[in-house]
């Protein structure tokens, strides 16, 4: 039980034995988490400090009370694009009203924190299953196009009115080309080749190509004039560890934020989770998806008193920990050190960094959202998959992303339902071979005249109930079908709804017919027959436990001959 409450206990004794791997791993991570923490900061219209403050409280509490030992938490691009564009949608404008920015930017995270913990203690860690893969590939390609226009005033040096659609920041951009400053273009630009360059060309310094990228276009721009020729900086950075700070957790401001954070939440949940079990693929480990709910919302509540804004599980870090050799979350935990070690040995350096290079590396850093190969496999794969990414992607690109995540869930969800609403209803005959199979693959199969076998492979619940009535009614208007045996070992679960309609037929087929029977029907689907009482209504004598046994006893009741005999049993 202690270790369910503190699951650090399990690893922590390991840590000892793997400190020099961890070590490395942290090292590694603290260099890689430099740029995004400042790119990711920037996307959530904050200043870069509050992405240093989260890449350090984060980590270390997810690490602590999570399940994965290589999953690294912190500020991410899709998370960070959901706080800006949840915050901005309260008229909230980052730079002429920072203060009150920053104030709900908190709020936000601690309600985010509160929805993740509380799924997790409610057990709901498989409520992100449910959430179709097809979704999230057409929000991050979103995300990551938003990203990029988002930076265009960084790329171009023009000032973008804030709150501009896609449209109304191309048009603004076309309208005020002339105004572009080409010193702040040239840095950008350099500054996202020199990363492709290093991360396609350099395979040695690849890992660390954003870093390297930032510190070059950061000299570039000091070679060019800096501020003498209008490029601008991200400005002086606060020496210092994260501030304790109390959110302003009154109501009117939770009202205002709860939908936004659940969208948060649920987003957190979907990348920590989905992180966590790719890269447990290749080790093995099981991942505790409610504990893991529990260490992200953790995170995020308890970062929210230290001044950090909401994050989740990093798709590069994480991979990156794993790659170079992280053996218990250890990593994480050192990581977060020693980035507070360099904020405070470094802070006043960081004040150089360009606007524009950070436009650039962002620009890169929203290119990689949108994963073009496993969009081809859906548009390759699926008519239906495909809709629900498109639905999703232009709702992230044109209209609120809480809206585009629940048109995508709600559109996926739907067609989850007219799937498994029409449930295959196959007719089974006997092949030369004396086997039961389904008649169209084999259209020289005989039936028996006297008994229909058909076989259900799907459940029986409300939104099913319609398909399987109507092959019953139809099924009944010809009254040469007198016994009817269901093969039903595809049911997996019969619902309440279903299981009154089926006993109100099988009881009709009493009367009016000689009968419906049931074999192979597992004991999970009785669950509801033996506990709402049906199975005593539509009798015992009904259910047999395999086909042979079935075909047997149903055809000692058959009195008349049967006119095609396909069983050794027939008349």
Not at 493 to 511: M, N, R, S, V, Y
Request: proline share 3%; charged share 15%; glycine share 8%.
């Amino acid at each position: 039980m202690i270790n369910k409450i503190f699951p650090f206990l399990i690893w922590l004794p390991l840590a000892k034995k793997s400190i020099k791997d961890d070590l490395i791993a942290g090292i590694t991570g603290t260099i890689i988490v430099i740029p995004q923490a400042v790119a990711f900061a920037m996307i959530a219209g904050l200043p870069p400090i509050y992405g240093f403050y989260t890449a350090m409280i984060t980590p270390i509490i997810a690490a602590l009370f999570g399940s994965s030992y290589h999953l690294i938490s912190g500020p991410t691009t899709a998370i960070s694009i959901v706080v800006y564009s949840t915050l901005v949608k309260l008229n909230l404008n980052p730079e002429t009203d920072l203060p009150a920015f920053i104030s709900m930017a908190l709020v936000l995270t601690f309600l985010t924190g509160l929805f993740q913990f509380a799924m997790g203690l409610l057990q709901m860690g498989k409520l992100v299953n449910f959430v179709s893969h097809s979704v999230i590939i057409g929000f991050t390609a979103g995300a990551g196009i938003l990203i990029a226009f988002k930076q265009m005033q960084h790329i171009f040096g023009i000032k973008v009115p804030q709150g501009y659609t896609i449209l109304d920041i191309i048009t603004y951009i076309i309208k005020h080309f002339s105004e572009t400053n080409w010193y702040v273009f040239g840095i950008a630009i350099s500054t996202l080749v020199i990363a492709l360059i290093i991360k396609l060309l350099i395979k040695p310094l690849s890992r660390y190509y954003l870093l390297i990228a930032m510190l070059l276009g950061s000299l570039l721009a000091i070679f060019l004039g800096g501020d003498a020729n209008g490029i601008e900086t991200v400005g002086k950075i606060p020496s210092n560890l994260p501030p304790f700070r109390i959110p302003d957790l009154n109501f009117e401001n939770v009202q205002l934020l709860s939908s936004g954070a659940m969208i948060l939440a649920l987003l957190g949940l979907i990348e920590a989770t989905a992180i966590g079990r790719s890269i447990a693929l290749n080790t093995h480990q099981k991942i505790d998806g409610n504990q893991e709910f529990i260490g992200q919302g953790l995170s995020n509540l308890i970062a929210s008193f230290f001044s950090s804004y909401a994050g989740s599980g990093s798709f590069t870090r994480s991979g990156v920990n794993y790659q170079v050799g992280a053996k218990t979350p250890m990593a994480a935990i050192l990581a977060s050190l020693f980035l507070m070690v360099a904020l405070l040995l470094f802070a006043k350096y960081a004040s150089y960094l360009p606007k524009a290079t950070m436009g650039g590396i962002i620009l890169l850093v929203g290119y990689n959202l949108i994963d073009f190969h496993q969009i081809k496999k859906v548009w390759e794969s699926s008519g239906k998959e495909l809709i629900v990414l498109v639905i999703t992607l232009v709702g992230t690109l044109f209209f609120d992303l809480e809206f585009a995540l629940l048109a995508g869930i709600i559109t996926s969800f739907f067609f989850y339902m007219e799937r498994t609403s029409k449930p295959n209803i196959a007719t089974l005959a006997v092949d030369n071979k004396n086997r039961l199979i389904n008649k169209i693959r084999d259209k020289d199969a005989v039936e028996c005249s006297s008994l229909k076998i058909i076989r259900i492979d799907g459940s029986l619940y409300f939104g099913s109930i319609e398909k399987i009535s109507a092959f019953f009614t139809n099924a009944y208007k010809q009254n040469k079908v007198q016994h009817i045996l269901i093969v039903a070992n595809g049911i997996n679960f019969i619902d309440l709804g279903a299981a009154e309609w089926f006993t109100h037929e099988i009881i009709k087929w009493q009367k009016n017919r000689k009968g419906i029977y049931i074999t192979g029907l597992k004991v999970i689907s009785q669950d509801v027959l033996i506990k709402g009482g049906f199975i005593k209504k539509m009798g015992h004598h009904i259910f047999f436990t395999n086909k042979k046994e079935a075909i047997k006893e149903i055809h000692k009741k058959i009195k008349t001959p049967c006119k095609v005999r396909a069983f050794k049993e027939c008349n």
